[in-house]
């Protein structure tokens, strides 16, 4: 019996995928659980394993279309097979059978033969596809939304190359920066964005890491700035909650979150994306680092695993390696707060009365003003910053 493939629910709310790439071709034989797609869902791209081991009868989509949960991405089995559904197949609700066929997609002369729900057929109509034409891959040849998708032909649209000034490229949202998209405006639509900034001397960090960096290389680290920061963001998330917390709106209440885990957003030529290092509070820095270098070669290789990339409580974000300074981060929503970074650099500061030359690195903290006020966001910036200043109290995990 042939089997319908459909996109499953990865949950985490995922509703759709697009497909990168075909790793099969209409004809393949495969085995159960071998890998024939490969499909970008929220930043992340998930292998599709074969439900079942026989020939691939029919991909349903070509590279770049985007798929819904329980659509049906291909269809496996041998030649003539009528098709059933794989077990854990996602919304699929059974149908009673018009007529019984001892072979799948099987053509028929008028439409009045064909085997189709209402609804295909009335979406037949509206889109001008004679049914009759379709081929179908539904049980005992029946056709399906699926089929009708795979076979219409695509509006014609006309997109002008330029506009009353001058020519003009047209780039498809898609991918990653559609996620992107996505996640900012749920941000901007559901929160009361505040950004609090200012600058903490770390010449005594810069100079501590520049020393610790070659003993943890010995133990295979890449240290960076950046575990030296989420140890002090976690001390403060510890004295001040509400910045380690989300919203529920529906239930009118502030959820605070007693573990720390903190999302590092990682620049990829696709968009940002932000792997989560979890339980940072139990994890030591050279750990951290580790795990940190880990989620940038993966983001780079676009294989990071979509669990990498939930269950945040806290976010940083880093511009300084571009050279950036001050900006104003948009939190990665439901979280409440995101803190940025921005470049080292020299700057002449007054120490008792005298000019000297300190190493300042400058912070941006994003809020949702409903969750806290500036006085707590300020005195959170503080206790990180006094951290960072002054990182004895965390150089100790370095030994």
Known sequence: MATEFKFPDVGEGITEGEIVKWLVKEGDTIKEHDTIAEVETDKAIVEMPSPVSGKVLKLNYKEGATVKVGEVLAVIGNEGEPVVKPAGAVGYLEEASEVTQ????????????????????????????????????????????????????????????????????????????????????????????????????????????????????????????????????????????????????????????????????????????????KGANQKSMLDIAKEIENFADKAQKREIDLGDLKGGTFTITNIGVLGGTFFTPIPNYPETAILGTGMIHDKAVVVDGEVVVKKVMPLSLTFDHRVLDGAMAQRFLNTVMTHLNDPASILVELR
Request: aromatic letters at 4%; zero cysteines; hydrophobic letters at 40%.
């Open 102 to 277: 001892t072979k799948a997609a099987q053509p028929v002369e008028s439409s009045s033969q064909v085997l189709a729900t209402p609804a295909v057929r009335r979406m037949a109509r509206d889109a001008g596809v004679d049914i009759s034409k379709v081929t179908g891959t539904g049980e005992a040849g029946r056709v399906t939304e699926g089929d009708l998708k795979a076979t219409k032909a695509p509006e014609v649209k006309i997109a002008k190359k330029y506009d009353m000034y001058g020519y003009v490229e047209r780039v498809a949202l898609r991918g990653i920066r559609k996620a992107t998209a996505a996640r900012v405006s749920d941000a901007v639509n559901h929160q009361a964005l505040v950004t609090s900034m200012d600058e903490v001397d770390v010449t005594e960090l810069v100079r501590i890491r520049e020393k610790e960096k070659v003993e943890a290389e010995k133990k295979g680290a890449h240290l960076t700035y950046l575990p030296f920061i989420i140890k002090a963001v976690v001390e403060g998330l510890k004295e001040f909650p509400h910045l380690n917390s989300e919203l529920n709106e529906e239930g009118q209440e502030i959820i605070l979150k007693k573990y720390y885990n903190i999302g590092i957003a990682v620049d990829t030529p696709e968009g940002l994306m932000v792997p989560v290092v």
